[in-house]
């Protein structure tokens, strides 16, 4: 063992001193082995102090413990009192030539659980922080927690066989409740058999105060009161959004429920308002005496017309619509209200100018358009003018820029009205998202024309609210079309850090180029994925459920603000959301872990994080202190799970139920006690997509490298649709 550390450390740029350590490593654990108390821990000093090294130390430490005490693996554990005060002095002195005892304390966990592995436990075995023992699955009894302790290393034996190993952190008395729920939790309820009806099946959750859930009831309190101690206020729960009734053949009804609140579509946006003034730019020439606008809504664009037009008729399905559009042009004389189902009711006639943009989508089909569309040229005057402004819809042509709703657009509303008799297009203002058509009525010796047609570009920016509805250069898949022909088992949940052009150089491959990132996120968006959250998918998971269609989970870990200022934008652009892994105790500082690479990244502060929550983006824990769990005591973890979760609800006013491991480094107490600690899906160390098989717990996901191309991006995740 020694001899492949040697090598190990010369392949990977180690030192000579280096080497020489290992090799004094595996000597002083011998020395330990052999009875000898004085340990001497200076030619140790060259020994890499990194994570990835624990494990091999462990094994170089039980290989020098075999050497010199002359035994076997089996029988190490039971020589613990010889020589395990000699080998626990070893390993808190590298922790402290490190100056990190965390470091230690995971070797000091691996050489334990190897001990424990190659051991038969016939006798219970205390070692320095884990206890080994076999337990009756049948009758357990009460397992006191000797000092220091605050591991379990055991086996559930039946019939004297081993039914089941297990190993959980602890932090006081395991009760014969707390037994007996572990038990019936690892092994299945036939295989206990009749005994089984004997079990209490209720967990005692604190009475006792020096019990397991005694404790951590007391770290639980502490955490509260930490959290309803500070100075970041609580976030109430979100007010949930009014629901519109779905009920499309109660017209009224569904346009009143849209107006139920003011101004829906933001119609004072420049995006709306850069609309307006393109209808009013391809108004005909000379003037226009009797108009009718269809769908007045609230009347902001009425406002605007009244004024280039002899008299008025703005009318709209909505009683509630009209009586806000009333007041907004209480000083426009010559405007005439009326509630109006242009669907359904008469139009008035001999009109010179008819309106009616941005509502035709909700028609039921083309049918009812074609119907309608001849309405519309019975409505007008010899002449007369019909202007029409909708967008385009990806139902109408799946290969170019389009909104994704489930109706048809623009494209097809203009077929229609040119293929309307009496009709014909005149001129056509056209963008990437919409067009404006003037259409007139022929007069019996009109002789129709070639159309304008203008294509111009969209200066105003685009709201979030219209921009989540658009996907750029057309579609691949439709997220409706694929929801109704696929059942998903395998899901991909995409691991993130930073999104920034810049940052130090070791830490390239945590960071994505905002562009880079939004070319991945638009990507999803146009092959027909949708965003979940880690509840939605434990909730397949449980059910053992096939998801609908292609959802995808997207996760951050850290919580730069980097995701707020780049990341966010770009999610909810492409209708996505993610969930933001969060360190709470350094929430608005530095990611001072990443300090030996450069300057660190700043962090989300309280209020940051609660207005992401507001706009839909989901929180999980990151631990507390970003400290790599393997190196916590059970204490110290059940302490940073609580505290960490608390204060996240707090900010988010939701519930918090995920964490993800930093440095994706778990261990086997994580688990259970993520779980007493109220989590109920976890992210550790596995790769790959999570299935129906996968545990909540211990999830794996797919890191996305800032050092890779979009074709990578696009391979890694078209393999899970495989």
């Known amino acids: ?130 206890l080994g023992i076999r337990v009756d699955a049948r009758n357990p009894t009460a397992t006191e927690l000797p000092e220091g302790i605050d591991q379990i290393y055991a086996r559930l034996m039946m019939d004297g066989r081993i039914e089941a190993v297990v190993q959980f952190g602890v932090l006081g008395t395991v009760t014969r409740d707390h037994w007996i729920e572990l038990i019936q939790n690892v092994v299945p309820a036939e295989r206990l058999g009749l005994a089984a009806e004997a079990l209490s099946t209720s967990a005692e959750r604190g009475p006792d105060p020096d019990s397991h859930f005694g404790k951590l009831a007391q770290l639980a309190a502490q955490a509260r009161e930490l959290v309803r101690s500070s100075a970041e206020p609580a976030q109430p729960p979100a007010t949930p959004r009014r629901a519109r009734t779905a009920d499309r053949s109660d017209r009224t009804a569904f346009w009143n429920s849209y107006f139920a609140t003011e101004d829906p579509w933001k119609y004072g946006s420049l995006y709306e308002q850069e609309k307006y003034q393109r209808q009013l730019e391809i108004l005909p020439a000379g003037p226009i005496g009797r108009a009718l606008e269809l769908a007045c809504a609230e009347g902001h664009f009425t406002r605007q017309l009244a004024p280039r037009v002899g008299h008025l008729a703005a009318t709209d399905i909505s009683a509630i619509a009209i009586e806000r559009a009333r007041a907004r042009c209480s000083d426009q004389p010559n405007v005439e209200f009326g509630v109006l189902d242009f669907a359904a009711d008469a139009l008035p006639g001999e009109m010179d100018l008819i309106f009616c943009s941005e509502v035709l989508y909700y028609l039921d089909d083309l049918a009812e358009l074609r119907r309608i569309a001849r309405k519309f040229a019975a409505a007008l005057a010899p002449g007369g003018s019909f202007i029409s402004a909708h967008a385009f819809v990806l139902r109408d042509n799946v290969e170019k820029t389009g909104f994704d709703w489930n109706t048809f657009g623009a494209q097809a509303i203009s077929e229609t009205l040119a293929a309307t008799e009496g009709l014909v297009l005149e001129q056509s203002i056209q963008t990437e998202l919409y067009r404006i058509d003037r259409f007139r009525r022929l007069s019996p010796d009109d002789v129709a024309t070639e159309p304008v047609i203008d294509h111009v570009p969209i200066r105003a920016p685009i709201e979030i609210g219209v921009a989540r509805n658009i996907v750029w250069g057309g579609a691949r898949a439709l997220r409706r079309d694929v929801a109704r022909s696929e059942r998903r088992q395998r899901i991909p949940v995409l691991m993130y850090h930073g999104v920034a052009d810049e940052g130090p150089a ?217």
């Open 506 to 722: 070791a830490l390239a491959r945590f960071r994505l180029a905002p562009a880079a990132f939004a070319s991945q996120m638009a990507w999803l968006r146009a092959n027909g994925f949708h965003a979940i959250g880690s509840e939605q998918l434990e909730g397949f998971i449980a059910n053992r459920q096939p998801s609908a269609g292609r959802p995808v989970v997207i996760t951050f870990d850290d919580g730069f603000q980097n995701f707020a200022d780049h990341a966010w934008p770009i999610l909810r652009a492409n209708d996505l959301t993610a969930e933001v892994f969060l360190v709470t105790d350094l929430v608005g500082e530095t990611a001072g872990w990443d300090a030996d690479s450069g300057p660190p990244a700043q962090l989300m502060g309280a209020g940051t994080v609660r207005r992401l929550a507001a706009e839909g983006a989901f929180f999980g824990s990151h631990m507390a202190t970003h400290r790599a769990i393997d190196g916590l005591s059970s204490a110290d973890l059940a302490a940073e799970l609580l505290r960490s979760r608390m204060f996240i609800e707090r900010w988010t006013g939701r519930p918090t139920t995920a964490f993800a491991a930093p440095f994706s480094v778990t261990d086997r107490r994580l688990g259970r006690l993520a779980r007493e600690c109220g989590y109920r899906v976890g992210f550790g160390r596995k790769h790959g997509p999570a299935d129906l098989d996968s545990n909540p717990i211990d999830l794996p996901r797919i890191e996305i490298r800032g050092d890779r191309s979009l074709d990578d991006f696009v391979a890694t995740v078209e393999a899970v649709l495989e």
């Open 1 to 130: 063992m020694a001899h492949n550390s040697l090598v190990s450390s010369s392949a990977n740029g180690g030192t000579a001193a280096e080497a020489l350590a290992w090799l004094a490593l595996r000597n002083v654990a011998s020395d330990c082995g052999s009875g000898l108390r004085s340990i001497d821990t200076q030619p140790l000093r060259a020994l890499p102090a990194g994570r990835k090294w624990a494990g091999e130390i462990a094994r170089v430490i039980v290989d020098g413990l075999m050497a010199g005490s002359l035994s076997a693996p089996a029988q190490l554990a039971a020589g613990w009192d010889r020589f395990g005060g000699a080998i626990t002095e070893l390993i808190v002195g590298l922790g402290k030539i490190w100056d990190n005892p965390a470091a230690a304390r995971r070797i000091q966990y691996q050489v334990e659980q190897m001990l424990l592995d190659a051991d038969d436990l016939a006798a219970p075995r205390r070692l320095a922080r884990t």
